[in-house]
């Protein structure tokens, strides 16, 4: 096998990273692979296809923020269409320095306190399969 040959540098990479690429076997906290990454980033993939025809750049923005927001309803199991209800109605009163109760996790700790919270699943499926 030539040093430079692609094989020999694939080698030389997999033991310079070795200690990186073992770590999962001495932490059993960490995952082997990074497919929830992968899929929380497939959204954006197939996004920049769509945005393609948003009209505009500021419109693409938008489009790209709000599905980030969705998507990070999603990772910390909110239900976007309650969030957005809920946060489109008291957003426009609240002061700049105010805003962080808006973010998906304060909000979901906050909504979760209020009396009208549903004590089941809040996501549309789940409503809409529950017997009534």
């Not at 910390?76 to 109760?101: C, F, M, N, W």
């Amino acid at each position: 096998m030539l040093p430079r040959s692609p094989i020999a540098k694939a080698i030389t990479y997999a033991q310079n990273q070795w200690t990186a690429l073992t770590t999962f076997t001495t932490r059993g906290y960490l995952n082997i692979d990074n497919n929830a990454s992968e899929r929380a980033l497939k959204r954006v993939a197939i996004g920049r296809k769509n945005w393609l025809f948003a009209g505009n750049d500021a419109a693409a923005e938008n489009h790209a923020r709000l599905w980030s927001l969705i998507a990070s309803c999603e990772r910390h199991q909110v239900d976007p269409q309650r969030y957005l209800t809920s946060v489109l109605a008291k957003i426009g009163q609240t002061p700049r320095e105010d805003l962080e109760q808006f973010l998906p996790d304060v909000w979901k700790a906050e909504d979760a306190a209020e009396p009208n919270h549903p004590s089941t699943e809040t996501s549309p499926l789940a409503s809409s399969t529950r017997s009534t």
